[in-house]
T-cell receptor
Framework: QKEVEQNSGPLSVPEGAIASLNCTYS??????FFWYRQYSGKSPELIMS????GDKEDGRFTAQLNKASQYVSLLIRDSQPSDSATYLC???????????FGAGTRLAVHP | GAGVSQSPSNKVTEKGKDVELRCDPI?????LYWYRQRLGQGLEFLIY????????KSGLPSDRFSAERTGESVSTLTIQRTQQEDSAVYLC???????????FGEGSRLTVL
């Protein structure tokens, strides 16, 4: 079992819709969770961090964490074509700041 | 500096040559990371520094790979006797220890012919 798993996609959504990206992790004592966006040919950029159970909202983005079920998700409301990218889930196992990345989910937002 | 700076941005080398990649982290960031990303693949952890010590070298693929860091500043990743499978983008990131949020440089693209 991979430490951090994501559906590779592509996830295709129409412009204006909600995109839902999911991630599961294997280490139960993980403390810190992050979502990164990576455009083709570019380096990853941080979108959100979440550390406690529940929802965290930032603009059109909402991160959701459920430690009991070991999953973290990212919702993108009012999706735009500029949101088309690969979204990487990252987890710090055991509270240690070494981040383990999932392979990423490719999101395509079509007009 | 304002962000993580990496050099060179592109490096083409011949198989068997040594290469050195440099990373200058965000000022004040105590933690520094190296990742490798092969074309179309995810991020592969290589090594992590806290200050100038490396508590986790578990990701270094072989003894041809080594890294060092001077204090809480510049780090160099050295690949000796390069092989074609070393071709990838090498990404450096830094973070402050409190949040663990990583900020990446633009990467060094290595091509081994």
């Amino acid at each position: 079992q991979k430490e951090v798993e994501q559906n590779s996609g592509p996830l295709s959504v129409p412009e204006g819709a909600i995109a839902s990206l999911n991630c599961t992790y294997s280490d139960r004592v993980s403390q810190s969770f992050f979502w990164y966006r990576q455009y083709s040919g570019k380096s990853p950029e941080l979108i959100m961090s979440i550390y406690s159970n529940g929802d965290k909202e930032d603009g059109r983005f909402t991160a959701q964490l459920n430690k009991a079920s070991q999953y973290v998700s990212l919702l993108i409301r009012d999706s735009q074509p500029s949101d088309s990218a690969t979204y990487l889930c990252a987890v710090a196992p055991g509270g240690y700041n070494k981040l383990i990345f999932g392979a990423g989910t490719r999101l395509a937002v079509h007009p | 500096g304002a962000g993580v700076s990496q050099s060179p941005s592109n490096k083409v080398t011949e198989k068997g040559k040594d290469v050195e990649l440099r990373c200058d982290p965000i000022s004040g960031h105590t933690a520094l990371y190296w990742y490798r990303q092969r074309l179309g693949q995810g991020l592969e952890f290589l090594i992590y520094f806290q200050g100038n010590s490396a508590p986790d070298k578990s990701g270094l693929p072989s003894d041809r790979f080594s890294a060092e860091r001077t204090g809480e500043s510049v780090s160099t990743l050295t690949i000796q006797r390069t092989q074609q499978e070393d071709s990838a983008v090498y990404l450096c990131a830094s973070s402050d220890y409190l949040t663990g949020e990583l900020f990446f440089g633009e990467g060094s693209r290595l091509t081994v012919l």
